[in-house]
């Protein structure tokens, strides 16, 4: 099946700086893409939508210059957490999408300190 | 709008013990996708199944089926002689085509299956 991937896995960063995930889809094109959010014992909560080429369209109370998506080809999309606080610690997971498929990632856990 | 509801949160059974997952959901819809993952413990997500609003068949693979019935807008999964390494949270999901469709997911369901 296809595959899908991101990076990093886990990351730690300091309250304040900028986190950068990488969504890659390995053996297939995406002209879309999803990024979801999920806070512990928790479901996924879609955080935005990617599309190759334009801008993403955010989910209602998704800050979009704080959470910044980048779909810049068919096969990667970057969700950059900017200015990070303790709050956004959580699993961030992207998904992309064929016709009638979605595939996931594996997650990168995010720990603000 | 569309609404996936697993009522259940947690479930804990013994091992070779049979457990049913149920899902109902909502949509208006006559279109649409049904799908459960399994979620274990390092996070990532297994696609268990997938089906299609015109597809009523029932489903077993292995240790596992499916029944779906639109007259009750259920999708519920069952497994069969539970094993310790099914625990995990199990999610139900809902998809409608077309462009930008969103998957909607129901808040998941703890099993436990103790040995």
């Known amino acids: 099946g296809a595959v899908v991937s991101q990076h990093p896995s886990w990351v730690i960063c300091k309250s304040g700086t900028s986190v950068k995930i990488e969504c890659r889809s390995l053996?297939?094109?995406?002209?879309?893409m999803f990024w979801y959010r999920q806070f512990p014992k928790q479901s996924l909560m879609l955080m935005a939508t990617?599309?190759?080429?334009?801008?993403?369209?955010?989910e209602q109370g998704v800050e979009k210059d704080k959470f910044l998506i980048n779909h810049a080809s068919l096969t990667l999309s970057t969700l950059t957490v900017t200015s990070a606080h303790p709050e956004d610690s959580s699993f961030y997971i992207c998904?992309?999408?064929?016709?009638?498929?979605?595939?996931f990632g594996p997650g990168t856990r995010l720990t603000v300190t | 709008a569309q609404k996936v509801t697993q009522a259940q949160t947690e479930i804990s059974v013994v091992e070779k013990e049979d457990v049913t997952l149920d899902c109902v959901y909502e949509?208006?819809?006559?279109?649409?996708?049904l799908f459960w993952y399994k979620q274990p413990p390092s996070g990532e997500l297994v696609f268990l199944i997938r089906?299609?609003?015109?597809?009523?068949q029932n489903e077993i693979s292995g240790r596992y089926s499916w029944n779906f019935q639109k007259s009750t807008s259920s999708f519920n999964f069952t497994i069969t002689a539970s094993q310790v390494v099914d625990s995990a949270v199990y999610f139900c999901?809902?998809?409608?085509?077309?462009?930008?469709?969103?998957?909607?997911f129901g808040k998941g369901i703890t099993l436990s299956v103790r040995p």
């Open positions: 998904s992309a999408r064929q016709p009638g498929e979605q595939y």
């Open positions: 053996d297939f094109q995406a002209t879309t």
């Open positions: 990617s599309n190759e080429g334009s801008k993403a369209t955010y």
């Open positions: 949509t208006r819809d006559t279109t649409y996708y």
């Open positions: 089906r299609n609003s015109f597809d009523e």
């Open positions: 999901a809902l998809l409608d085509p077309g462009a930008n469709s969103k998957l909607t």
